[in-house]
């Protein structure tokens, strides 16, 4: 609960950010009508989300008979997390990366890049797809939409405060802190914004490694993700840089820690959380998901590394070190 936790004192602060920001520049009028504005857009967006960034990305449906252990996979998991199997989508990408969206459970979706199918284990590629699935089990979309609604109506009350502030002598902060508060509020709610989706990114790690089994392979992943993403573009990605929060790891660069404007938290930290989860025994005790599909994960015959064929091939396991 410790993550649910911060993520709820997080938005109370977007809340409390939003009620005396909109007191002071923008008075009780404006700050309703920047509110009901900004919830209607996001509204909107949140509804129609998932069709927008799959077309954005130019992610394709797959199913049992296309990829046969990629789908029965991400099924697998929804079924030991208890919850709708979602759509699964394969993006042409050589960076290795993946993301979920959608509005709720039964409208959700998982996509993952060919680069990831490529370059990953099977128990990689498990881990990641488990920490989107952990991302659509938390509602994150519907969080971070509420989330958006909030920061996009305080953005709206810095830009029309001189509108709804009356006169100079009735606004409390007067012209110049007016001005100020203009200026400070967008990028005192993007900071709240960005630490709040940090947020959900450590708790769909904590999720996501208990519903694939073992937080290693989740460990192991985002080492190697990081180090890939790096050298890799991602051309969708950087076209359309305000979906770069969706993806396991920022497609757009690498962070070396924290930051207040990061999306992302620091995969150094994220590691050391699950490898802190793992404790001395090295995982938790559930099994891998070991489909009875054999086939590719994707079309044209591409397949995991450290299998070969089907789902029964033996892999190396998570965190060996590789040449």
């Known amino acids: ?124 590629i498990a881990a990641v797809m488990a920490h989107e699935l952990a991302h659509i089990k938390s509602r994150d979309t519907l969080i971070m939409s509420v989330t958006a609604t909030m920061a996009g109506a305080i953005s709206m009350l810095a830009n029309f405060a001189f509108l709804f502030g009356g006169s100079n002598r009735d606004r409390p902060l007067g012209a110049v802190g007016t001005i100020v508060m203009m200026i400070v509020a967008p990028m005192a709610a993007a900071v709240v914004q960005m630490a709040i989706s940090r947020s959900r990114e450590y708790e769909a790690d904590r999720i996501g490694a208990e519903i694939c089994g073992n937080p290693l392979w989740l460990a192991s992943a985002l080492r190697r993700l990081e180090g890939l993403s790096a050298r890799i573009d991602n051309p969708a990605a950087e076209r359309n840089p305000a979906l770069a929060h969706m993806f396991i790891i920022n497609p757009l660069h690498a962070h070396a820690r924290d930051k207040l404007f990061s999306t992302h938290p620091s995969t150094a930290n994220r590691v050391a959380a699950l490898e802190a989860m793992a404790g001395p025994a090295g995982g938790l005790s559930v099994p891998a998901p070991r489909p009875a599909a054999t086939g590719p994960f994707a079309s044209g015959g591409q397949q995991g590394r450290g299998g070969q064929g089907g789902g029964t091939s033996s892999v190396p396991r998570a965190g060996r070190r590789r040449r």
């Not at 997080?10 to 009508?33: E, K, P």
């Open 1 to 124: 609960m410790q993550g649910y936790a911060k993520t709820a004192v997080l938005m109370a602060g977007m809340t409390a950010l939003f009620m005396g920001i909109g007191a002071m520049i923008g008075g009780g009028g404006g700050a309703v009508i920047a509110l009901g504005f900004a919830a209607v857009t996001n509204l909107l967006a949140w509804w129609n989300s998932d069709k927008a960034v799959l077309s954005m990305t130019g992610a394709r449906e797959v199913d049992s008979r296309s990829s046969p252990y990629l789908v029965q996979m991400v099924h697998q998991m929804a079924d030991r997390a208890g919850m709708p199997p979602p759509k699964v989508y394969v993006i042409e990408a050589d960076q290795p990366n993946a993301f979920a969206t959608g509005r709720n459970p039964d409208n959700a979706a998982v996509a993952a890049t060919t680069g990831l199918l490529r370059s990953m284990s099977q128990e990689e």
